[in-house]
């Protein structure tokens, strides 16, 4: 049966009116603005921000559009993508009723925003080389169920999911495959974003604020069929990315050759901590890497995290996520900041 999106979308959201807002209403050009009960006189700033900024962010997503290769219709954008993630429960899963899967370990947000929306969160754990238990997610499919999240590259493993395991979800599988990019920038993987005209029930989700270095100005991205796109931007607040934050994204999308620059660096910073961890004795393995971070499995990562943010340097101790069991997870920072950790570490005996 082919995908339809009439039959996952919330009967509510199908029929929902949304609000209308004055800049909806009147979109032209004008000279005088007396629509919006905005403060005509200015803001005690020196850049203005008294008027309302554009609901559908038309500038930022015709400059994303460009660098990513997908028509301004297929993009929406949140306040960072965990916004998108909770417009995905919103719009498509019914409390009480519907059901998500997730395949841990991976991002918690997913988790967290299904328990918000009283929606039933199915968990199939990845395999123990992180990969997807096709099996498994297949028992767990039943008519209930309306969203799949995959996260490729995984936070917190590192690791990209097989490209065919994903497509196999997409082929067979009735509701939204989910495939969220966060790490994508730092991937020998190809992205999903020009898969959409192939699969109907995709949606990619990417973020402004890894590679990019944005995570302050919050901007994620949905990328998705005009339908699916639509329903999101019927759901969400009318003004929900502030014109500060977009006019300043605009700007920063001007660098792209300084965003490339710093990937290459980090993806050489990142194998030179490797390295370097490898030869310290309470590191019993690094997971394969294709973002930002590694996962580092050790003898004893609570002493290891605490001894750490004793010297005032912070990492992530993921030791009771299942799967994980012993690991770290370590941002790759600066040079400086690598060597400091690793300094730190050398004068570490347990
Ligand atoms: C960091 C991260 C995000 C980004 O969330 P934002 O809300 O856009 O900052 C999304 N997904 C995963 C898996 C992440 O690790």
């Given at each position: 049966?082919?995908?339809?999106?009439?039959?996952?979308?919330?009967?509510?959201?199908?029929?929902?009116?949304?609000?209308?807002?004055?800049?909806?209403?009147?979109?032209?050009?004008?000279?005088?603005?007396?629509?919006?009960?905005?403060?005509?006189?200015?803001?005690?700033?020196?850049?203005?921000?008294?008027?309302?900024?554009?609901?559908l962010?038309?500038?930022?997503?015709?400059?994303?559009?460009?660098?990513?290769?997908?028509?301004?219709?297929?993009?929406?954008?949140?306040?960072?993508s965990?916004e998108?993630?909770?417009?995905?429960?919103?719009?498509?899963?019914?409390?009480?009723?519907?059901?998500?899967?997730?395949?841990?370990?991976?991002?918690g947000?997913?988790?967290?925003?299904?328990?918000?929306?009283?929606?039933?969160?199915?968990?199939?754990?990845?395999?123990?080389?992180?990969?997807?238990?096709?099996?498994?997610?297949a028992e767990?499919?039943?008519a209930?169920?309306?969203?799949?999240?995959?996260?490729?590259?995984?936070?917190?493993?590192?690791?990209?999911?097989?490209?065919?395991?994903i497509?196999?979800?997409?082929?067979?599988?009735?509701?939204?495959?989910v495939?969220?990019?966060?790490?994508?920038?730092?991937?020998?993987?190809k992205?999903?974003?020009?898969?959409?005209?192939?699969?109907?029930?995709?949606?990619?989700?990417?973020?402004?604020?890894?590679?990019?270095?944005?995570?302050?100005?919050?901007?994620?991205?949905?990328?998705a069929?005009?339908?699916?796109i639509?329903v999101?931007?019927?759901?969400?607040p009318?003004?929900?990315?502030?014109?500060?934050?977009?006019?300043?994204?605009?700007?920063?999308?001007?660098?792209?050759?300084q965003?490339?620059?710093w990937?290459k660096?980090?993806?050489?910073?990142?194998?030179?901590?490797?390295?370097?961890?490898?030869?310290?004795?309470?590191?019993l393995?690094?997971?394969?890497?294709?973002?930002?971070?590694?996962?580092?499995?050790?003898?004893?990562?609570?002493?290891?995290?605490?001894?750490l943010?004793?010297?005032?340097?912070?990492?992530?101790?993921?030791?009771?996520?299942?799967?994980?069991?012993?690991c770290?997870?370590?941002?790759?920072?600066?040079?400086?900041?690598?060597?400091s950790?690793?300094?730190?570490?050398?004068?570490?005996?347990?």
């Amino acid at each position: 049966m082919p995908f339809n999106i009439n039959t996952i979308i919330r009967p509510n959201i199908k029929n929902l009116k949304p609000y209308s807002s004055a800049r909806d209403e009147f979109k032209g050009e004008a000279s005088v603005y007396l629509d919006a009960n905005e403060n005509a006189f200015g803001s005690p700033l020196a850049t203005n921000y008294n008027r309302y900024p554009d609901p559908l962010q038309f500038a930022l997503k015709t400059k994303l559009s460009h660098i990513k290769g997908v028509p301004p219709r297929n993009i929406f954008l949140g306040n960072g993508s965990d916004e998108a993630i909770d417009i995905l429960f919103r719009s498509f899963c019914n409390p009480g009723i519907d059901n998500v899967i997730i395949v841990p370990p991976t991002y918690g947000m997913y988790e967290v925003s299904a328990n918000i929306n009283d929606v039933q969160l199915k968990k199939v754990n990845l395999t123990l080389d992180y990969q997807l238990n096709l099996d498994g997610i297949a028992e767990a499919i039943d008519a209930y169920t309306k969203l799949i999240f995959i996260c490729s590259p995984n936070n917190p493993t590192g690791n990209s999911i097989n490209r065919e395991d994903i497509e196999t979800l997409l082929a067979n599988f009735n509701g939204l495959v989910v495939v969220d990019e966060a790490y994508i920038n730092y991937s020998r993987q190809k992205s999903f974003i020009q898969e959409l005209t192939e699969y109907a029930n995709l949606v990619v989700l990417q973020t402004l604020s890894k590679a990019w270095g944005l995570a302050g100005l919050r901007i994620g991205m949905a990328f998705a069929s005009e339908e699916i796109i639509e329903v999101f931007n019927r759901v969400k607040p009318p003004y929900n990315i502030n014109q500060a934050s977009q006019q300043l994204a605009l700007d920063a999308l001007q660098n792209v050759s300084q965003i490339n620059n710093w990937i290459k660096e980090i993806l050489s910073e990142r194998d030179k901590l490797v390295l370097a961890l490898k030869s310290m004795a309470f590191v019993l393995d690094i997971y394969p890497s294709d973002a930002n971070f590694i996962l580092v499995k050790t003898t004893d990562a609570n002493a290891i995290y605490n001894f750490l943010v004793a010297k005032g340097i912070i990492v992530r101790n993921r030791n009771k996520i299942e799967l994980c069991e012993g690991c770290i997870r370590i941002t790759v920072g600066t040079p400086q900041e690598n060597e400091s950790l690793l300094n730190t570490l050398r004068i570490l005996v347990i």
